[in-house]
């Protein structure tokens, strides 16, 4: 259906280009690389916040155990350090021997109970945390789905389905991903460092000390380097995008560029863009990857500071012992990490705030205004009386597109829509549906405004066929039972038969129950059209709106599809959007549409006799004689 | 990925190089905990100095039993500052030298790294230029580009990686190994029931975890499936009032993939209790060895200390690597296909080969088509698309072809520009086969027009001066009148330096179609070709089209494929084809009475009146 827009609706939907992600390489080393950013970074938090609370006790849950988990992996060390220690006393004869063992061995059930704690501890923090965020992955999906639903057509006509797929999936994958890892993440790293901090400080604030010298070294050639890296990251992005529109456009131009013999020019310009991508890739990788050994060289410089100093210490008259600096050691490497994880998580985060912030933008839609029927309904006796008053309607504000249109038909007459492509003819089908809303005036159905029936009720006496045959994946029988799913089978093979399609069924090896593939590509598109056909038949509507332009069909399928067309239209309202000359001339009211406006309206001697529009295009199709 | 290893063959010196890097920044991470160990080994010393009862003073001694004489034994540490000092500036060396290294190894890698896919794109997009259309429509254009784009990125960053990562792995792990064994080889018994330990751990992981996550892959690509359903068919589900019944058949795969991702993540939640586990488990296990050490008399001074502290740090080391291991293979697979998706593309044959000669290239063609029992199959199918193709075109004339879908009226006009090469048969430009002909010559003499246009992203002008080199504002202005551009172009505020963004997009289909017609038309070529390329223009415009192609090509050959009739009655000729044969050569008069193929057509659109 995207693709048979009209032409007021393709201006609006071309701006828009498919999102670009900036996923550069190397994902998964996010620091250096600039993150997308988050419109609302506040707000958005506030909400996400706000909309994950239902979880929020084992959320908060997740948060203490996390703490605690932080904290016991901290303190653990410092008993293998009192171990070491003790030992080397045992070694020099400062403790003695049974004083040692009592004291090692209690260290040593102490430690292992502290890490069966930090075990069972980091176990729940691991499984509450995987639960909560695939419970919100999974509610976040389900509201984006119900959200849908209560869209207009004009949101699904507006935007690209792939965009919307992606909010579906990436980003609630992003979002939910993120609330588990980098609430973990962040949290622990915070406390690792204050923890360090303090069991550096216990084992001695001297090395503690010439440890933290180097921290704005640290702090300072990494932001350095991150902020350079970012911009080359950005330039990358940058030209990786114009090889990419040139690659996308080449391919795509494939066999102009052959027959125009451009091959040369066009790989010139190609190799041209690539070579310099190729030198803006180097310097990225390179000062992103910079990072990783001027981190190491720094904190190596911190290491062999505090071994000399720890050595030098170690001969003072409060000596470290062989513990204190092993263990120190390990404290001091690992306080490093945590301040990186911290920076990597506040990149991350970004990204996570601007998939949130997609989810909401979706979540908040307009919806379609809600209705409050003011009528009941006897279905059965609709009669297919339509009349168009006063109608008004543009896609957007600036354009107008249909001013004053007013139409009656009565039950069972036929209208041919005509006019070139593009000219507004889906327009009509999606003011009768309901799809859009008219800007004023009315339609009558039965003498009753289409706007006082509830929506489903309406769209129920319409049935349609449309050139885009929109089909589930499913078995055929589902198919062709689609706006019925009571149907019997005797009513479905009934339909089918009407339509013609029966026959071509059967010769399937499953019959009815032949599963059709993603788009239905396992059926020809003549089929598929049949298919549709027999689907309207068997939901029997009062009113028919047809498309029947069947340019892709063999000619054989299409006289099927002729026959069944009209054996539906019999007796029945029908709204054709006309590509025969035959339907054309048999129809009460041709309605002749150009650049979404009706020109002109009457039936075929009349428009004609008019000499307008119509006799014009008439004259130049039919009779070839161009004026 | 093998396949795609002879890019790197250009810079096998800058790889050396990185390997040698690689080596010396993994020693450096070796020698620093040695060092380390050698100045508790050295630097510090216990002073036992035991009480002289003559001098009544502790003066110094070789040993004295603390434990066993608390009064008159006394023990200090003592630390060496030239001892510390000389190793501590071997490990500021060793610092220095593994850092510039790794500095280095970073700038190659990336150099390298980046080299390896601006090679590879280069192949790849020459190789798409010069295969011929046959092969790249096999593929279908946005699965090429994102091989182009996404594959080549992630084989190009996998390489990077694995230049950085892959030696590194090996050398720690081993090099720690034998630092650690060197030192004691009771003390390192812990380690090696932790490696094992800890692959056998990966292992049972990942046997149970990957299903689950193909799983997760289906049940994505189902959710996807019937959210992109619903999305599309947005307009037939609320014209049946099916909404709610999507929804439920959403929110079921939801469940599904909640479920499934729910138990995949379980599992995983395991993996990093117990690795951590395990770390800790194997560095108590080295000082709980240490401790009996002690207990066993053979650990015994500041060197077994030492000893202990390194072996600490190598237990760290060797695990770590195992982990570095295991995320480079869970890489792999995803560069692995990748790869063998390029490859697929760097392997393709052009089904078409220049066997043209030079002496065509200042030939005066002008433009006489002959089909001599022309057959075409695709290059592997087995049933022949066309049959017996047999007529004339000569310069002057229209030929319109005409038929069903797959009736195969689109492939005759593509074997003119050798987009197909003819199974059997000849097909002859004035008499030359087209075969001898160079390529560029042959398609010189075309204009060819197909159905979907496609526009350049650049201005109007540029647009169709594509279609001839150092084109006049002039010669591009006639263009456009012919084609009916002019019109639209002019009230247009720029006009022919009207921006046209990529693909066109700025212009509606009938405008762009028009726009690729005078492309065609500005290179004045003896042989148009119009594949169905006034599908997308109203009755007049395409009415009026053909009028000024009359009056203006009156040299040339002109091929029109149609769907509509009207396009089409008035042509020289008008070949009717129906399953890949001509059934009907002749006028529309003619045809009517003589090709029911021909009637059925005309019928279905004009109806009885008009025909007769």
Sequence with gaps: MKDNLDKEQKQNTSQKAPRQRGHGPGAGMPLGRPAEKAKDFKGTTKRLIKYIGQYKWQMLLVIIVTIIVTLLAVVAPNYSRFIINDLQGMILGTITRDEGVARITTYFFLVLGLYALRFIMSLIMHLVGNKVSIFIGKKMRNDLRDKLEKLPIKYFDSKQTGNILSVFTNDVDVVTNSIQQSLINIISSFFSIIGILVMMFIISWKLTIIALLILPLFILATSTIAKKSQSKFIRQQKQLGSLNGHVEEVFSANKIVKLFGKEEESFDEFQGINVELAGDMRDAQFLSGLIRPIMEFIS????????????????????????????????????????????????????????????????????????????????????????????????????????????????????????????GKTTLVNLLMRFYEIKAGNILIDGIKSTDYPRAILRKQFGMVLQDTWLFSGTIKENVAYGKPDATDDDIIDACKQAHVHHYIETLPKGYDTVLKEDADNISKGQKQLLTIARAILFDPKILILDEATSSVDTRTESYIQNAMTFMMEGKTSFVIAHRLSTIKKANIILVMNQGMIVEQGDHKELLAKNGVYADLYNSQFLNQPT | MGKLLKYLKPYWFKVSIIFVLVSLVSVGTLLLPDYMSDIIAEGISAEYREYNPVTDSFEIADSCDVEANPLTCEVNQRSDFMVILKYGSYMLGVTLVSSLAFIALMYLSSDVGSQFGRDIRKDYYRKITTVSVYETDKFGTSTLITRASNDVMQVQNFMTMALRLLLRIPIVFIGASIFAFQKSLTLTIPIFIGVPALIILIVIVFILVVPLFKLVQKKIDQLTLVTRESINGVRVIRAFGQGDREVERFEETNVDLTMVNYKAGKIMSYLNPIINLLFNAVILGVTYTAYRMVLAGTLVDYRGLGDVSAIIQYATLILFSILMLTFTFVMFPRAQVSAKRIVEVLELESSIIDTGSKEYDDYNFKGKVEFKDVCFKFPDAEINVLDNINFIANPGETIALIGSTGSGKSTVVNLMPRFFDISCGELLIDGVPIKDIKLNTLRNLIGFVPQTATLFSGTIKSNIGYGKKNATEDEIKEAAEIAQASGFIEEMEEGYDSLVEQGGVNFSGGQKQRLSIARALIRKPKIYIFDDGFSALDFRTDAALRSALKENVKESTVFIVAQRIGTIMNADKIIVLHEGKIVGIGKHDELLKTSDVYREIALSQLGEEEIS
Excluded at chain 1, 323 to 337: A, C, L
Excluded at chain 1, 371 to 387: A, L, M, P, T, W
């Design chain 1, 300 to 423: 190596n410089i911190g290491y062999v500071a505090v071994v000399i100093v720890g050595g030098i210490l170690a001969g003072a008259t409060n000596p470290l012992l062989v513990g204190d600096i092993t263990i120190f050691i390990m404290y001091q490497r690992n306080f490093v990490n945590p301040i990186l994880n911290i920076a990597n998580v506040i990149n991350q985060l970004q990204s996570t705030i601007a998939g949130a912030e997609r989810v909401f933008e979706v979540l908040d839609e307009v919806e379609e205004n809600q209705e409050f029927s003011k009528i009941s309904v006897d279905q059965s006796r609709f009669n297919g009386h339509v009349e168009f008053n006063n109608i008004d309607f543009s896609y957007s504000d600036e354009t107008e597109l249909i001013k004053n249109l007013n139409l009656e038909v009565l039950p069972g007459k036929q209208i041919a829509i005509v006019g070139p492509t593009g000219a």
